[in-house]
């Protein structure tokens, strides 16, 4: 149990920059013109998908029996990749 514990307080850390990290991304889509904003609507979308993915796998972890965790700890590595991908893309196409 205290491996879960830890797993989910390091997990929980990197949830909480995330979203500060989220928040930077949306307030600088904001400050785009309208025609990047319309051109990359859907990559926005894509992150906003991914953070709620990656949400709902942390409180499953929470939730899983010891047994399960190492399931629920690749799912959730998965889903952070996922959403490190998609903000980093995004931010990228930002001009």
């Given amino acids: 149990m205290q491996l879960k514990e830890a797993y989910l307080d390091r997990v929980l850390g990197e949830l909480q920059e995330l979203s500060s990290r989220v928040s930077a991304l949306k307030g600088r889509f904001a ?13 926005l979308a894509y992150v906003r998908t991914r953070f709620t993915e ?3 796998r942390v409180e499953a972890l929470e939730d899983a029996e ?9 799912a959730v590595e998965a889903a952070w990749k996922d959403l490190i991908h ?3 893309t ?5 001009p």
């Fill in 66 to 74: 010891d047994r399960e965790l190492e399931r629920f700890q690749e």
């Fill in 86 to 88: 998609a903000m980093e």
């Fill in 31 to 43: 400050k785009q013109k309208v025609s990047v904003k319309l051109e990359h609507y859907w990559e």
């Fill in 54 to 56: 990656f949400r709902r």
């Fill in 90 to 94: 995004l931010l990228a196409a930002l």
